[in-house]
């Protein structure tokens, strides 16, 4: 399609940077510009005025001898560019307006934009969020990670089932990305250790015949809201050597010299390589390696260039772990300061644990990552004789607290003497880090009482706990327009750097007209995403029914399994009880299987075989709908969550270490179906119980019952009729009447005492909080009344209170903006 072109006015600066781009940087004349055209155009021009930000923002860091803050993650779930960076920088209207006048609409103009789909879920978002944070603050922060030429992945549902296809975002090159090639970090890998003596006599390891990966620097411009501060996010992508492999060149394999260098090159292909195979995990382990690498030597050839030496370092520098995939940093800043900068020891060790804090994100041990010491050693050899120094002196420390104790020497050792034997990178990651915090207030606690006991009970100090956040700019003032002016109107636009200041529309949940305007705006937003159904999935739904929504990652643990059953049961109670229910719901899923994890990849099926069970059934007549939505990715989060009625957050206890989307939903509007796990508690108390539907057992209780070995499914099951009738619907083919016995996995699992998730435990308690969400959305004054309040009570979630948190407890940084 292409723009419709008005005749020549005279143009306004942003409409002259938009045609200027299309002549000079695309080679597009204005009058032919197609669509893409028009949105690359349009990027480079907001770009412009990205560049002199940062470089201004720079220019007042060196001033004001900022301390800098670097967080490294493996994952960046950025979204799209256009529309945010517009709105951080007070420029949308006006390039919305100078837009229209070429006869271009700035939302179709936007929809050309690619996912920048650096990430995988909740962490890479969370990545995101906090960068935001960052910059509105003025706080001197940089992200570190890779630039992925293909994302996780495009997920297609075809005949129910999840089918995975390339998600190559980077097909056409992206207009938000700076390249550096002058700043190519070289990364050593493979190789032997040759042991020697320096001039002293002491043992001096050289580190020899590595293969060489080049990492080229991207840089994405992350601006905070107002404009003032565009901060850095530095992505590397990886590039062979030069140089071929002379001796497979001479001998005239040239096509093998070739591959060898495309295949240096995969490891910045794809997000998550899958390690079903061992060439995959080791991709996977270099892959963490390179990033590592090239962020370390990065921010230690920066360090130097201001201060030139290493004592000031951790007084300048921060450096954060998200997650244990970058955990090689500390191996890899050790040898930086003792192989090439000759330090001793005891003084490099000083400094990295000044330096490093690591986040744990992750109750599940499993989680964990682990990886053999044989594929360390073939791939970081040197690392790897770090590992084991660190750990002995670390054991040291652990035998003259715990004198004797063998066991608990063997719990907490870095290396984990099975078969094979494992390095554990959380371990590694929290001996050397002087900060470990969990992401809400029960995770932390869990981590310290469940998970990680031994090292809080030799560490108290080091453990602590920073609830998680989300930055408003996208997650309503960007994704939520209409609720973004509702509340602008009557309290002002205070509350998008502050929002403490949402209480002000307290006094608003019960105004007649407040209320009936709010409602307005979400059956507006539900229109959007009804269109979107019917774009997507062909289904039709009414933005009058109750939208309840579970988006987010597949997984057990999180229960879509749970939401499924109580679906059924009431697909059950219509067509076999006469139940009418007093409003017609839809029922919206939405979310990514690994695609290893079949159990996962079972429950999408399970759920796309309900719907159609349940939406071709004349005998529901529109009584409910379900609907799963293909392809979960932020700019589809931003049209589903202002949607949603009711937020399904319904993870078993003790499991979701912290969660997001239900703070995103609360904030827009929806209430919370939900257990007591993760920040669910903590949204509990700021909202208020008579606010959200709480159901379910507890974490302690879920911890007792596994302990005395008192689940019983089964038993359940016979003692409760309404749970039998849906595990036999299940099971018997009603679903799935081309294959009987496709589910039958499914309730085999649900009946299992070995079913971690403890799904039918909760499965009553979850019915009765949907009748209580039935009789509350029966009545449209309390329940108006109920979402207003959370959205001004969601103050404590926004990542700006996060960010800040990090800056005083962790990082010692201050803001200069």
């Not at 043992?203 to 601006?223: R, S, V």
């Not at 019952?705 to 595990?727: D, F, M, N, Q, T």
């Amino acid at each position: 399609m292409k723009a419709k072109v008005k005749a020549v006015t005279p143009s306004a600066p942003h409409r002259q940077s938009i045609t200027r781009h299309l002549r000079y940087s695309l080679g597009t004349p204005e009058t032919k510009a197609p669509l893409p055209s028009l949105y690359e155009a349009t990027a480079l021009a907001v770009r412009d005025h990205l560049i002199d930000k940062m470089m201004e923002t720079e220019a007042r860091y060196e001033k004001k001898k900022a301390k800098r803050v670097y967080y490294l993650s493996l994952e960046f779930l950025m979204g799209r560019s256009l529309g945010n960076n517009l709105y951080n920088l007070g420029l949308f209207e006006a390039f919305s307006e100078s837009l229209a006048d070429m006869g271009a609409d700035i939302d179709e103009i936007r929809a050309q934009e690619h996912d920048a789909a650096l990430g995988n879920g909740g962490l890479g978002r969370l990545a995101a969020c906090f960068l935001d944070s960052m910059a509105t603050l003025g706080l001197a922060g940089y992200g570190y990670g890779i630039n992925y030429e293909f994302g996780l992945f495009k997920q297609e549902i075809d005949n129910g089932y999840q089918k995975e296809k390339p998600d190559n975002w980077l097909g056409n090159g992206t207009p938000w990305q700076l390249k550096h090639p002058e700043k190519q970090c070289i990364v050593p890998v493979y190789g032997r250790i040759v042991h020697a003596e320096d001039r002293e006599g002491n043992y001096n390891p050289m580190w020899m015949d590595w293969k060489t990966l080049i990492g080229i620097p991207h840089d994405m411009p992350i601006a905070g809201y107002g404009g003032k501060t565009v901060n850095t996010l530095r992505l590397y992508a990886a590039k062979s050597s030069d140089d071929f492999d002379m001796d497979i060149f001479n001998t005239g394999d040239y096509l093998k010299a070739v591959e060898q260098k495309m295949t240096s090159e995969t490891v910045s292909k794809v997000l998550y390589p899958s390690d079903a195979m061992e060439s995959g995990r080791e991709l996977r382990l270099v892959q963490e390696y390179f990033f590592v690498a090239c962020a370390i030597r990065d921010i230690v050839d920066r360090h130097l260039s201001s201060y030139k030496t290493f004592n000031t370092f951790p007084d300048r520098v921060a450096i954060q772990l998200n997650d244990t995939h970058p955990a090689l940093a500390v191996a890899e800043l050790m040898r930086l300061l003792v192989d090439e900068h000759a330090l001793t020891w005891k003084r490099a060790w000083a400094i990295t644990c000044a330096t490093f804090a690591y986040t744990n994100h992750t109750l599940l041990p499993e989680a964990l990552e682990k990886w053999p010491v044989a594929l360390m050693e073939h791939v970081l050899p040197r690392h790897m004789q770090i590992i084991f120094e660190i750990n002995h002196r670390f054991l040291d420390e652990v035998k003259a607290k715990w004198p004797g104790d063998n066991a608990r020497l063997a719990a907490m050792s870095i290396i984990e003497e099975s078969h094979p034997r494992q390095v554990r990178m959380a371990h590694l990651a929290i001996v050397g880090s002087h900060s470990v915090n969990g992401v809400a207030a029960l995770h932390s606690e869990l981590v310290k009482t469940e998970l990680l006991p031994d090292f809080y009970a030799l560490y108290p100090k080091r453990f602590n706990n920073k609830t998680n956040g989300v930055t408003p700019r996208r997650w309503l003032f960007k994704a939520n327009p209409g609720l973004t002016s509702l509340i602008t109107r009557h309290i002002g636009d205070g509350w998008v750097t502050d929002m403490d200041r949402l209480t002000g529309l307290e006094p608003l949940s019960r105004e007649p007209a407040f209320q009936d305007a709010f409602g307005t705006i979400k059956r507006a937003n539900k229109e959007v995403l009804a269109k979107t159904i019917w774009d997507t999935c062909r289904l039709k739904v009414s933005p009058d029914s109750l939208f309840a929504i579970h988006a987010k990652r597949i997984h057990e643990y999180k229960r879509q399994l749970l939401c499924l059953l109580h679906i059924i049961h009431q697909y059950l109670e219509i067509v076999e009880d006469g139940k009418i229910p007093n409003f017609p719901r839809t029922y919206i899923f939405a979310g990514k299987a690994a695609p290893g994890y079949e159990a996962a990849k079972r429950i999408i099926k399970l759920i796309n075989s309900v719907a159609a069970t349940v939406n071709n059934d004349p005998r529901v007549n529109d009584a409910i709908k379900v609907a799963f939505i293909p392809d979960y990715r932020v700019s589809l989060a931003e049209r589903i969550i202002p949607a949603a009625d009711l937020s399904v957050q319904i993870s078993t206890a003790g499991k979701e270490a912290s969660g997001t989307g239900n703070m995103k939903f609360a904030m827009n509007g929806a209430l919370t179906i939900g257990t007591l796990d993760g920040a669910n508690i903590e949204i509990m108390e700021e909202v208020g119980e008579e606010n959200i539907f709480i159901f379910g057992l507890t974490a302690g209780e879920v911890q007792a019952i596994r302990a005395g070995h008192a689940y019983r499914p089964w038993a359940i099951a016979e003692s409760e009729p309404v749970i039998k009738r849906i595990l036999d619907a299940l099971g018997t083919g009603r679903f799935s009447p081309d294959a009987p016995g496709r589910f039958i996995p499914v309730c085999e699992s649900l009946l299992s005492q070995y079913d971690p998730y403890l799904h039918l435990a909760d499965l009553s308690a979850y019915i009765k909080a949907q009748e209580q969400v039935e009789a509350c959305y029966d009545t449209p004054r309390l329940w108006m009344e109920k979402t207003i309040l959370n959205v001004a009570r969601m103050g404590k979630f926004s990542s700006d209170r996060t960010i800040l948190e990090y800056a005083k407890d962790i990082w010692n940084a201050t803001p200069k903006g």
